[in-house]
C-alpha cells in the first residue's frame, strides 16, 4: 500500500473519475468528495471495482466543494492532511439566447469558488493544528487549452469555438488558474501548497469508463511555453496521464508547471 493520500474534487466527472479508479486499483488510500456519494458508489462498481477495494481504500464524504468546512472535512483525517489534492471539478455547458455568448454553465463559477474553498481549507487546517504546514500537499488540476498566455494552443478550426462560443466557461478556468497563479508567487513560507500543476487538456470526449481511452502512453505532451496542439482527448486519458505522471511520481517534473495534453 503506497504511503501517499490522495483527495479528489469532482470525483464523478470524467477525468478525476479515471485517476480514482486507478488509484484504487493501486491500492492508495483515496478521499473523494461528493454532492452525492450513492452516484459515485455506483459510477466505480460499475467499472469493476469490488466493493471490498472501496471499504478498503475509498472515503466518501458528503459535500460541497464550495464549502469550506466540507473541503476541510476531505482533506484532513485524524489530524492528518493528504499529501495530493486532485481537482477536476466544471460546470455542465448550458445554451443561452445570446449571439455573443451562447454557452454558460449550469454552475459558471464552480471552480475559481472551489479553489477559493480549498485554500480557506488549507489555512484553516494549518489554524487548527500547527504542525500540519510541515506537510503541505500538491495540488493538481485540470484545466482547458485556450486560456494561454504562451503560444496559441488551440488548432485554427476549432479557434471560435474555443475563444467566442466557449468564452464563459473557460473564464471560470482562467480565474481559477490566476487564483492559484497568484498563491503561489508569495513568498515559500506563506503559501499553503508545496507545489502545483495544471493540467490544460483539448476538447475532452467520452465519459466515465476508465478503460475506453486509447491509453496514456498514446498521447501528445507539452508546456505552456511549447503546447501540444489538437483537437480533441478521451477523459479516461486524462485521468490515466494523472494518475501514472502526478500521482505514481508525485508529480516528477511537472511541479510548477502547466502541461498540456491532446490526442
Not at 34 to 55: E, W
Not at 106 to 118: K, M, R, T
Not at 139 to 156: H, K, M, Q
Request: glycine share 10%; hydrophobic share 40%.
Amino acid at each position: 500500500m503506497s504511503a501517499t493520500t490522495i483527495a479528489i474534487l469532482g470525483a464523478t466527472g470524467g477525468c478525476a473519475n479515471a485517476s480514482l479508479v486507478h488509484s484504487l486499483l493501486a491500492g492508495y488510500d483515496v478521499r473523494a468528495l461528493a454532492r452525492t456519494p450513492s452516484k459515485l458508489t455506483s459510477q466505480l462498481l460499475a467499472q469493476g471495482l469490488t466493493q471490498q477495494i472501496l471499504d478498503q481504500h475509498l472515503t466518501i464524504i458528503h459535500g460541497d466543494a464550495t464549502n469550506v468546512d466540507d473541503v476541510k472535512r476531505t482533506l484532513v483525517s485524524s489530524g492528518k492532511l493528504v499529501s495530493l489534492i486532485i481537482t477536476g471539478l466544471g460546470g455542465k455547458p448550458v445554451l443561452q439566447k445570446s449571439l455573443r455568448r451562447p454557452v454558460t454553465l449550469d454552475n459558471p463559477g464552480i471552480c475559481s469558488s472551489s479553489i477559493e474553498a480549498l485554500l480557506s481549507a488549507l489555512r484553516a487546517a494549518y489554524d487548527e493544528n500547527p504542525s500540519t504546514p510541515a506537510h503541505k500537499p500538491l495540488l493538481a488540476y485540470v484545466s482547458t487549452t485556450g486560456i494561454t498566455n504562451g503560444p496559441e494552443d488551440v488548432p485554427f478550426g476549432f479557434r471560435f469555438l474555443y475563444h467566442v462560443l466557449l468564452a464563459v466557461p473557460h473564464e471560470d478556468k482562467r480565474k481559477m488558474e490566476y487564483t492559484l497563479k497568484s498563491h503561489m508567487a508569495q513568498p515559500e513560507n506563506e503559501r499553503l501548497l508545496r507545489g502545483v500543476v495544471g493540467v490544460r487538456a483539448s476538447l475532452l470526449t467520452g465519459g466515465i469508463d476508465y478503460k475506453a481511452g486509447k491509453g496514456w502512453k498514446t498521447l501528445r505532451v507539452g508546456t505552456e511555453e511549447s503546447p501540444a496542439v489538437g483537437y480533441t482527448i478521451p477523459r479516461p486519458d486524462v485521468g490515466e496521464w494523472i494518475f501514472e505522471e502526478l500521482i505514481k511520481r508525485d508529480g516528477g517534473e511537472w511541479v510548477g508547471k502547466i502541461v498540456t495534453l491532446t490526442s
